[in-house]
């Protein structure tokens, strides 16, 4: 089974300040990583995903993250941060083999700091 | 592309009331459908799964009979909850894929805000 772990629940930066949200998960068979952002009573936009290939994958909105096998991390990060990135960050990870069915983490809050 | 649309986007109604949440993938055609239910403050949680033309597979502890879900095309998909109560009130996401397998994306609609009085 598959599971994620996101370490901040709360990320507070200042605005044009570089960020980075963590993500591991851990799993017994390879995995497909993604990135979700949501905005207030909105539902989840895709920002990013890793299937295969280069483990630099990058993203909407001037998102990337960068896979890492050893560590079975999977960390967001975007190097200048707007106001309008204030919203919930989810990582996730699904099964190749199995069926289409994604495993959240319990989100990163980013609250950008005018 | 791959726009879901989510419909109502907010219901207030009284206990015992059943309602009927839509799901329609607008600009493609979705094989496989997914209901999440989020708490406040809290993640996704995946309620069941459905396929088109076929019964929905549900999670470990999400009552069969509480929250009907049908998927009888490749574009729409409805989840109704049924006598619904007060604890039922929660925020109520769906998303769709183009296939059951785990390289295609998930699109999510907006959500349901669900409020029982």
């Known amino acids: 089974a598959q599971s994620v772990t996101q370490l901040d629940s709360q990320v507070p930066v200042f605005e044009e300040a570089p960020v980075e949200l963590r993500c591991n998960y851990s799993?017994?068979?390879?995995?497909?990583l993604f990135w979700y952002v949501q905005y207030p009573n909105q539902g989840l936009q895709l920002l990013l995903k890793y299937l295969s290939g280069s483990t630099l994958v990058k993203g909407i909105n001037g998102f990337e993250a960068e896979f890492n096998k050893s560590q079975t991390s999977f960390h967001l990060r975007k190097p200048s941060v707007h106001i309008s990135d204030t919203a919930e960050y989810f990582c996730?990870?699904?099964?190749?083999?199995?069926?289409?069915?994604?495993?959240f983490g319990t989100g990163t809050r980013l609250t950008v700091i005018p | 592309g791959a726009v879901v649309s989510q419909h109502p986007s907010r219901v207030i109604c009284k206990s015992g009331t059943s309602v009927k949440i839509e799901c329609r993938s607008l600009d493609f055609q979705a094989t496989t459908m997914f209901w999440y239910r989020q708490f406040p403050k809290k993640s996704l949680m995946l309620m069941a799964t459905s396929n088109e033309g076929s019964k929905a597979t549900y999670e470990q502890g999400v009552e069969k009979d509480k929250f009907l879900i049908n998927h009888a095309s490749l574009t729409l998909s409805t989840l109704t909850v049924t006598s619904a109560h007060p604890e039922d009130s929660s925020f109520y996401i769906c998303?769709?894929?183009?296939?059951?397998?785990?390289?295609?994306?998930?699109?999510f609609g907006d959500g349901t805000r669900l409020s029982i009085l």
């Open positions: 996730a990870v699904s099964d190749p083999t199995g069926a289409n069915n994604l495993f």
């Open positions: 998303s769709a894929s183009r296939s059951g397998r785990g390289n295609q994306p998930q699109h």
């Open positions: 799993s017994s068979v390879s995995v497909y």
